[in-house]
């Protein structure tokens, strides 16, 4: 980490020990972007760990910091629900997008922010084409592909890790489960992008844009919908939910927001840990000498890496009744925030979580993906992509060097990278 990094970091958990507890905004983005967010995660834990913040650009919300009270609320459907968002949402932005794009061209309501009995059988519409079975089919495929996106590497020349390798696996795995045009598969990551970055932030330019981006994909994916209803049914996500009963008939509304959910889950937590492992290794290069003397750790190191990374820093519920949950009253109606990247450094659930240690005794010990009824339905789509990548990068590289520090997401929500800029300085 170079020196102007390290002063801000001071600079920051100095700031964040000054404020007085009830002015702390745990989602104020310019932290994550700064990465000096671990101080204010700290200190809650320590301190508060079931927090409320008054105000705040998001409104009024609390922070659940700790393991075991994030574990409480992501398990209590009944009393933390997701039909008000799974996000804290920036609620000037949010004005203005409906003001451009109007209430309902906006995407409605995935399988993600649906409440039992509806999430089940819609969740279950998809879940065939993410299942290990298919996967087990899927694998040479995704190996082949990213064998060819390494082998196009330069090699002794500066470039962007996020854009080459990062993007274009998730766009390829992404393409094949949509069973979308191949050609066109950068649309994917590009359309992710658009949906969760504001103005000024990613590639969003305006609310203009980023309505037409939205528009272009409702558009493209509806084609891809009428193409499969009336076809044989296939194995494909689109397919899946053309012809299952629970999903057939949904109104193109919730058809939308299982699109957007599909699409930025699928992009988001594989592309920013394959991120994040390079990065993470080459700050602790103890780490990355282990795992090139035994490459039998790179499961247990993509697990490590997801748990340190952090790919979705919160998740969001809103109250359907009053709770108590450590010693805070949450009334009906309150929205909360589950901070898994601060779970996933919860001292009391985890040995030396600050450090990144790829042979872990139990390295799926995170919560990156969820619990209950919500827990991610493509995390073993994740893990084989990274487990392949990683396995053919050791095949190739002796080393990816990163020369310099990253861009990170304008984001509380989607913790990840811009661009980080690296070398490889030779092939095996």
Known sequence: ???????????????????????LNPAKVSRFYDDTIWPVFERLRREDPVHFTP??????????????????????????SSADGITLVNLEAMAEQIKVMGERRRGGAGFITMDE???????????????????QIMAPMVRERAGEILDSLPIGKEFDWVDLVSKELTAMTLATLFDFPFEQRRKLPWWSDMVMNMPGHGPVESWEQKAAAMFE?????????????????????????????????????????????????????????????????????????????NPDLVLPMVSETIRWQTP???????????????????KKGDKVAMWYISGNRDEDMVERPNEF?????????????????????????????????????LKRFPEIKVVGEPVLNWSAFVHGFESLPVIIPART
């Open 357 to 393: 240690i790829i042979d872990r005794e139990r390295p799926r010990q995170h919560m990156s993906f969820g619990f209950g009824i919500h827990r991610c339905v493509g995390n073993r789509v994740a893990e084989m992509q990274l487990t392949i990548i990683w396995e053919e990068i």
């Open 55 to 80: 105000e705040s650009e998001f409104g009024p919300y609390w922070s659940i910091t700790k393991w075991n009270d994030i574990m409480a609320v992501d398990t209590d459907h009944e009393a933390f």
């Open 217 to 293: 994909c409702f558009g493209a994916f509806t084609e891809l919908w009428n193409q499969r209803v009336n076809a044989p049914p296939g194995n494909d996500l689109i397919s899946m939910m053309a012809h299952n009963p629970a999903t057939r008939n949904m109104s193109v509304e919730t058809y939308q927001g299982n699109v957007i959910l599909l699409i930025v889950g699928g992009n988001d937590t594989t592309r920013n840990t394959i991120s994040s492992s390079v990065y993470s290794l080459n700050k602790n290069p103890d780490q990355y000498a282990k795992l090139r003397a």
């Open 117 to 135: 009995p509806d999430h089940g059988p819609a969740r279950k519409a998809v879940s065939p084409t993410l299942a290990p079975a298919n996967l």
């Open 1 to 23: 980490m170079n020196i102007s990094v390290k002063v801000q970091g001071a600079e920051a958990a100095a700031e964040i020990a000054a404020t007085p507890l009830a002015e």
């Open 312 to 330: 979705l820093a919160h998740m969001a519920r809103t109250a359907t009744r009053d709770v108590e949950l450590g010693g805070k009253t949450i």
